[in-house]
């Protein structure tokens, strides 16, 4: 299994760029890296999945370097509700049976 | 909007009862999954099913059977809720393959008396 490693909080102020890295030194050939997002008493949410080079959707960009053993998570201009916990992870795909394992998360706290 | 629905958003249960969590999905996924989230100790993964009538163990299966009887419906069963067994229960989601995010029900917070 690939594990991940990020810092376990983060601190930014509304209105700036965010990002967070994550290290997966033995991510597998067939691994995607993908980002979830986790507000208090829910579910965590799907943000983004890349396999190399930059992805980006409306929420978030992901920036994947060539040798892909790390990651980063760029949320642009942050607000109050960006405030949640984000999970990097890296897919274990035996059989393509696409199972998930979380680690503790990066807690972001966006202040006024 | 595509979803998974987990039966019970809060369920106070007593030591030694049979519990029972549901789950259904609308999206036709193959995989479905369970997992107990306790602070400090993030997202852990109970069991998973590929396929109905399959299951497979995850981390920390002790305690817990499931049932897929059905390809939308996933169940998870306490079969003597004990105390420990005290958590947030999440249920999940995907396509078969690689590359597939999960999609997340709500959670039930189960908490045992």
């Known amino acids: 299994l690939a594990k991940t490693t990020q810092p376990i909080s983060m601190d930014s102020y509304e209105g700036q760029e965010v990002n967070i890295t994550c290290s997966h030194n033995n991510i597998a050939t067939n691994d995607y890296i993908t980002w979830y997002q986790q507000f208090p008493s829910q579910g965590p949410r799907f943000i983004i999945q890349?396999?190399?080079t930059k992805v980006t959707n409306e929420v978030a960009s992901l920036f994947i370097p060539a040798d892909r053993k790390s990651s980063t998570l760029s949320l642009p201009r942050v607000s109050l509700s960006d405030t949640a916990v984000y999970y990097c992870l890296v897919g274990d795909t035996p059989g393509g049976y696409n199972k998930l394992i979380f680690g503790a998360g990066t807690r972001l706290a966006v202040h006024p | 909007d595509v979803k998974v629905t987990q039966s019970s958003r809060y369920l106070v249960k007593r030591t030694g009862e049979k519990v029972f969590l549901e789950c259904v999905q609308d999206m036709d996924h193959e995989n479905m999954f369970w997992y107990r989230q306790d602070p400090g100790l993030g997202l852990r993964l109970i069991y998973f099913?590929?396929?109905?009538?399959?299951?497979e163990k995850g981390d920390i299966p002790e305690g817990y059977s499931v049932s897929r009887e059905k390809k939308e419906r996933f169940s998870l069963i306490l079969e003597s809720a004990s105390t420990n067994q005290t958590s947030m229960y999440l249920c999940?989601?995907?396509?078969?393959?690689?590359?597939?995010?999960?999609?997340f029900g709500s959670g039930t917070r189960l908490t045992v008396v």
């Open positions: 099913s590929y396929d109905v009538k399959m299951k």
């Open positions: 890349g396999y190399k």
């Open positions: 999940a989601s995907s396509q078969q393959g690689a590359g597939y995010g999960y999609t």
